[in-house]
């Protein structure tokens, strides 16, 4: 049986040495045999929250190198947050004792380049995902007041807004990051390179390493 993070730093640990596997190509695959399923099958304990974006080269399970049971995903369009996402989230961390929420965001973000269209040049987005693009202008908004032109920095921005407004919408996850039980971070996730860079963290000691992962 593969070892459990029983704290939100050695969750957070985990995803990153897992992510490290990921990027030099070593991957350990753990926790996907016959023995996890029938662990599993009475029920679930992961470790961790993973609130990512719907994108397709965002699966988080391979990303972060870990297994069945091992994360608890939930994934909306720009990761943004409505009603049912903080209910899930919640459920994960006060149901399942899942220790660590990750906000996983990415470069190359359609949500976040349609919303920047729509604040810069007036492009409306269509239908429903207009509530989308909706949701994430304000951290674009922000960007542009705080004079960000990169692509980078309006990611890292709206990763910043999700992680702030999951903590202020959520008093339930709120008072367990004051409590020290649970940590929230926010990684922005390099297509290309495959690595995971910490942009913001609440509840968790950080290091340099921490932070140039």
């Known amino acids: ?5 029983v704290s939100p730093a050695q969750a957070l640990d985990a995803l990153l040495s897992g992510n490290r596997r990921f990027v030099i190509e070593a991957p350990a695959h753990p926790n996907q045999d016959a023995a996890r399923r029938a662990e599993l099958a009475p029920a679930q304990k992961p470790f961790a929250v993973v609130l990512g974006c ?12 870990q297994g069945l049971g091992d994360l608890f995903v939930v994934r909306t369009a720009g990761h943004v947050l409505g009603a049912e996402v903080l209910g899930s989230i919640e459920y994960g961390t006060s149901v399942l004792d899942c220790r660590l929420v990750v906000v996983l965001g990415h470069d190359s973000c359609g949500a976040v380049a349609a919303a920047r269209a729509a604040v810069e040049d007036g492009l409306p987005a269509a ?27 309006f990611i890292d921005a709206h990763i910043q807004h999700t992680v702030d407004l999951l903590l202020e919408r959520s008093r339930v996850l709120a008072d367990q990051v004051a409590s020290g039980r649970t940590g929230v971070v926010g990684l922005a996730y390099r297509l290309a390179e495959g690595n995971a860079r910490l942009v913001t963290a609440h509840g968790i000691p950080t290091t340099t390493d921490t932070l140039s992962a």
Do not use: W
């Open 1 to 5: 049986m593969a070892f459990t993070p």
């Open 54 to 65: 719907s994108d397709s080269r965002l699966a988080a399970e391979i990303i972060f190198d």
């Open 127 to 153: 239908g429903y995902v207009r509530d989308v693009v909706e949701r994430v202008t304000p951290s674009v908004l922000a960007a542009r007041a705080a004079g960000s032109t990169t692509d980078s920095d």
